[in-house]
Nanobody, 115 residues
Framework: QVQLVESGGGLVQAGGSLRLSCGAS????????MGWYRQAPGKQRELVAG???????NYADSVKGRFTISRDNAKNTVYLQMNSLKPEDTAVYYC?????????WGQGTQVTVSS
C-alpha cells in the first residue's frame, strides 16, 4: 500500500514562513501529479498548489507570489515553501498524489498563523 506522510506544520506569526514536506512510500512505480490542498474550519477543501511529474506548476490565486511548490522525484517527496503567511492561510494542509493512476491522500498537517 502507498502512504503519504506530511510534516512541517505548526504555529507561526503573520509574515512568517513554514516549509511543508510530503513523502510517499510503499509500492510505487510512478508518481504523476502531486499537490497540496487545505481546508479551513467551515470551508471546503481547496487546491493550494500542484505540480506534475514534468514540473508544470499551478497555484491558487490567493497564494501566488508567496508559496512555492517543488518536488524531488528521487525521494518521492513534494514540498511547499510558504512565505509571508497570513492568518487566512490557517488550515489543515493535505498532500495528495496520483500514484500509478490511483489517488492517495496524507493525513494532514495543521498550519496556524497568528495575527
Amino acid at each position: 500500500q502507498v502512504q503519504l506522510v506530511e510534516s512541517g506544520g505548526g504555529l507561526v506569526q503573520a509574515g512568517g514562513s513554514l516549509r511543508l514536506s510530503c513523502g510517499a512510500s510503499g509500492r510505487i512505480f510512478k508518481i504523476n501529479a502531486m499537490g497540496w490542498y487545505r481546508q479551513a474550519p467551515g470551508k471546503q477543501r481547496e487546491l493550494v498548489a500542484g505540480i506534475t511529474s514534468g514540473g508544470r506548476i499551478n497555484y491558487a490565486d490567493s497564494v501566488k507570489g508567496r508559496f512555492t511548490i517543488s518536488r524531488d522525484n528521487a525521494k518521492n517527496t513534494v514540498y511547499l515553501q510558504m512565505n509571508s503567511l497570513k492568518p487566512e492561510d490557517t488550515a489543515v494542509y493535505y498532500c495528495a498524489g496520483d500514484v500509478d493512476a490511483r489517488e492517495f491522500w496524507g493525513q494532514g498537517t495543521q498550519v496556524t498563523v497568528s495575527s
